[in-house]
Each structure stands twice: as structure tokens, then as C-alpha cells.
């Protein structure tokens, strides 16, 4: 194959422009070709740039200082019919695609997942959302998806993988875009990602995947050295010859029924704070790429005495109702796939250090029954930025996207006051890269669900270091931060077993 860089085209071309730029470049017809990047170029008139790959014969005829050959890896498995059962706890990105990776090198697979699939558990956050009846088993944080399906579904991340395409050309095989391939930041939609999680669960069970929907683990069935040799839940004993744990990070009952069996579990740093929400025209003025007629994001850094940051920002998107537990409050942030709510939000964080707290759940947990203990209901606490700054509380500038309704909060009591100081400074901080940050914004909360505080700590086989047999895997075991992150944890360990344990070289 051929690997052609620097394509350049205005931004309000098509897919046909960019075929026959291709093909006068190699001055031949093309069958197809695959669009491997793209980017914007904003210095002079706004342009796209192309890179792509071309399937053609006498590819040394083309080459040049912009085209070059590429091979391009064959990521799958050899399918060996292996005498093994690996059972998965979690089918969040991390489980989905283990489970994925080991049915392709021939592995037994069974899933077990304490929430429903997706169409029923749509329902069952539908009706918290519209009547603020919450089922602890069904919601943002549990079931088919993990709690990314109710999210932006965000495909970026800063690791370096090959198996990112893999990933990648996964999710476009079960029915995502193809512009997740090549496009800056990535995204599916939570409307569509719930499909294509769908649809590869279909073909997992087509393939011969088990699947336990609506059945958590309980208990760990161990050997006198503490090698797992299974798993119980509610309904009955299951054994295995692997254990691999995507359990998400709020999963605290499971994590406290590992403790109870001794499994090796360390704290780790968190970060607390609130979702802020602004008119998207007012994110998409400062962006350089608003040449582009979409949503634009912003990604804000702040390094005081402790950092904090924006994450996980939703352009055109809505503030939800993350809570997984009665008579609590969390926010999370979702957007569609077309990003045309009109309104951006993102979480602002704060560093929590593993030294501020004893137990994480706990810490968390307090501050979400305070929350829900102010309010009254699941109505998220607000405020609007400036009068967050000022000590002031007045009504907000603009509704909030939050589906249940909020009641004015001062934020001033819900932090410590040296956390508060270095977030009203980052704030300022923000205003400055993003002018109307403080002014034209307002703040819903609290956001406590970022991240898990405990790591099983794992050995470099990616065993936790005292109980072989179990492969503690992605952000609930301290190990992903994202549906990327986390997918490329699964497929880590589920590539650990096939090469270590099989026959097949990766090579």
C-alpha cells in the first residue's frame, strides 16, 4: 500500500474532491482508498490536510518526498481452540474489548456484568432523567457499555498503541463513522455509541461469547496459594482458569469484597469539583479552528499549589445525573453525536491527594450525601462562576442542561479553604485563555466519579502481585482514564494470555 501525506483542500470540500486530488497526484483511477489523518491548517486560508492510504500495483513507480510504502499490521489473533475459560467481571471498554480479544485467539469467554443491556438500561436512565427514579443496579455507571455510554464517547488519548486502529476499526466495523479514524478528537455520541455497543455484543454471542447480564460477582473462589480457580454470584459458582476485573470506578462493594479477600489494593490520588457550562458560540469565538462549523472543545491546565484542570468537556452537550447510589448527587457531562445542545460543559477538578483521606469511597461518598443532603432531592447544586468568585449567590445567568433541575448552592462551603483559593485562581487563570469564562458561565455539581481512588496493584504480567490467576484492568482498578485507555488495558492483558500462555507468536 501506498501512504500519501500533505493533501491539502479547501474546508467545504467532499469526499469526491479528495478522490480526484488523489488521483491526479498518482495520475491513475482508484478503486478506494482509507483516510488515515486529517488536520487543519489555519494559517493562511483555512485548509484540510490529508494523509491516506491507496492500494495500487507498482507502487515504485509512485514514490516520492509525500508517498511512501506502508504495510499495514494484521493486529488479529491467530483462532486456536484453547482448553481454557477466562471469565470477565465488568463490560465496560476494558471488558468489551478483552472479551473481544480473546474469543479471536479461541479462548472460552464468559461476562458477567451486574447492569442491564443497553436498551433496557436506556430506559432505566430515561425515567431517573425525566422522574428522578434511580435503579442502583441500571444507570450511568452500570451496565452494557460501562459508564462510557452515557458519556461524549471520546476516542482520544495520549498513549501511542498500534492497537488504537484496532480499537478503532472495531467500532467502525459494528457501525461508528469513519471520521473516528482520522478526525482531531474523535468522538461517537452517546446515541451512537449505544448501538455499536450493541451490536458488538450481538456478534460476541454470535461467536460464542457467555454473557450474565444482571449478575454480579460476589465472591472469589481461591486455592490454598490463593490462585483464583473461580467466581460465585447470587445464582451460582462459576470456575475458570483467569479472572480478568473491568469492574468501573464505582464498583466500591465489589473493591470491598476483594479487600475482605485479601486481595493487594492501594489508595491512590482523585480529584473532586463541579461541571461548568457555558453558550457554545461563546467556546467556539476563542477556538482557532471555529473556521470549522462544529462544536469546538478546550482543554484548560492550571499548575498552583495542587493542579487543576478540565475534563472530560462535552461541547453542544448536557449535564446528566451520574449517582449510582440512593440519596446522593453526581454530575457527569454527555453530548449526542451532532454536539447541537448550544451549549459546552466540562468538569473542573481539583487534586485530592491519597494522603487527604483514609478510605476514597468514603471521601467521595460524603461529599455526594452532602450534596444530596443540601438539596433535598436530586437536583444538582449551581451557581453561577462570577458569584462563586465574588461570595455572592444570585439566580443563575442560564438554566442549567441538567435534566432534574438544581438549586442554588455557594460552592464557597463545599471546598476547603486553601482548595478553594488555588480553584478560584485557576478560574482566573481560565478567563484569561478564554475571555467570558467566569462572566458567562455557570457551575453544577458536585463531579466526584473522575476517577478511581484505589489501584490493585498488578505485577509486570498484569497478575495482582498476590493472587495469581486475577488481571485487575482498566479505571476502576486504577488502570485507564477513558474508553481508549481502558480498551487498550483489556486488549494488554488479553494479549498477555494469548502470547504467553498459547502457542502464537506476535511477531
Known amino acids: 500500500m501506498l501512504l500519501i501525506s500533505d493533501i491539502k483542500l479547501k474546508i467545504d470540500h467532499d469526499e469526491s474532491d479528495l478522490r480526484r486530488k488523489i488521483e491526479k497526484i498518482l495520475h491513475h483511477k482508484l478503486n478506494s482508498f482509507e483516510i488515515v489523518k486529517r488536520s487543519l491548517d489555519a494559517r493562511k486560508e483555512p485548509l484540510y490536510v490529508y494523509t491516506v492510504l491507496v492500494d495500487i500495483a507498482d ?3 509512485y514514490l516520492s518526498r509525500n508517498i511512501r510504502k506502508y504495510h499495514k499490521p494484521d493486529l488479529k489473533p491467530e483462532y486456536l481452540k484453547r482448553n481454557e475459560t477466562c471469565i470477565i467481571g465488568g463490560y465496560g471498554p476494558s471488558g468489551i474489548f478483552a472479551a473481544y480479544r480473546l474469543m479471536e485467539a479461541g479462548y472460552r469467554v464468559i461476562v458477567f456484568e451486574k447492569g442491564k443491556r443497553i436498551k433496557e438500561r436506556q ?7 425525566t422522574d428522578g427514579i434511580l435503579d442502583e443496579n441500571s444507570n450511568v455507571q452500570f451496565g452494557e457499555g460501562g459508564a462510557g455510554t452515557f458519556s461524549d464517547a471520546k476516542l482520544t488519548t495520549r498513549i501511542k498503541d498500534p492497537y488504537i486502529d484496532y480499537i478503532l476499526d472495531i467500532f467502525i466495523r459494528h457501525g461508528a ?32 461469547v457467555e454473557f450474565h447480564f444482571e449478575e454480579e460477582i460476589s465472591d472469589l473462589l481461591l486455592s490454598d496459594d490463593r490462585t483464583i480457580k473461580g467466581v460465585k454470584t447470587a445464582k451460582d459458582t462459576y470456575y475458570c482458569d483467569h479472572l480478568l476485573l473491568g469492574i468501573g470506578h464505582s464498583a466500591y462493594k465489589t473493591v470491598q469484597m476483594l479487600k475482605e479477600k485479601g486481595v493487594f489494593i492501594e489508595k491512590k490520588d482523585i480529584a473532586v469539583g463541579f461541571r461548568v457550562e457555558h453558550d457554545q458560540k461563546l467556546i467556539d469565538e476563542r477556538q482557532t479552528s471555529s473556521l470549522i462549523e462544529e462544536a469546538n ?62 478510605d476514597g469511597y468514603d471521601y467521595l461518598h460524603a461529599l455526594e450525601n452532602k450534596a444530596y443532603a443540601y438539596s433535598g432531592s436530586y437536583k444538582a447544586l449551581s451557581q453561577n462562576i462570577a458569584d462563586f468568585i465574588n461570595g455572592d449567590l444570585k439566580e443563575l445567568i442560564f438554566p442549567s442542561t441538567y435534566p432534574l433541575g438544581t438549586v442554588l448552592y455557594d460552592f464557597n462551603n463545599f471546598f476547603s479553604a486553601s482548595d478553594l483559593q488555588i480553584i478560584k485562581e485557576a478560574l482566573k487563570d481560565f478567563d484569561h485563555k478564554i475571555p467570558g469564562f467566569i462572566a458567562s458561565g455557570i457551575m453544577v455539581g458536585p ?61
Request: a neutral charge.
Open 59 to 61: 507502487e515504485d513507480r
Open 123 to 129: 430506559k432505566d436512565v430515561e425515567r431517573f432523567f
Open 177 to 208: 463513522a469513519k471520521q473516528i479514524k482520522y478526525v482531531n478528537h474523535a468522538h461517537i455520541g452517546t446515541d451512537e455509541v449505544r448501538k455499536v455497543i450493541a451490536d458488538i455484543t450481538d456478534y460476541l454471542v454470535s461467536k460464542g
Open 297 to 358: 472543545e478546550y482543554f484548560l491546565r492550571y499548575k498552583g499549589e495542587k493542579g487543576v484542570y478540565s475534563f472530560c468537556m462535552c461541547p453542544g452537550g448536557m449535564v446528566i445525573p451520574a449517582m449510582s447510589d440512593n440519596n446522593t448527587i453526581v454530575t457527569n457531562g454527555m453530548s449526542y453525536a451532532a454536539r447541537d445542545s448550544g451549549v459546552a460543559n466540562s468538569a473542573i477538578l481539583i487534586q485530592i491527594t491519597k494522603d487527604e483521606f483514609t
Open 447 to 507: 463531579e466526584t466519579r473522575s476517577s478511581s481512588p484505589v489501584r490493585i496493584k498488578r505485577n509486570a504480567d498484569y497478575e495482582s502481585i498476590n493472587t495469581p490467576r486475577l488481571y485487575p484492568m482498566g479505571e476502576g482498578a486504577g488502570y485507564g482514564g477513558g474508553i481508549m485507555s481502558c480498551a487498550l488495558d483489556g486488549i494488554r492483558i488479553a494479549n498477555g494470555l494469548i502470547f504467553n500462555y498459547g502457542k502464537v507468536s506476535e511477531n
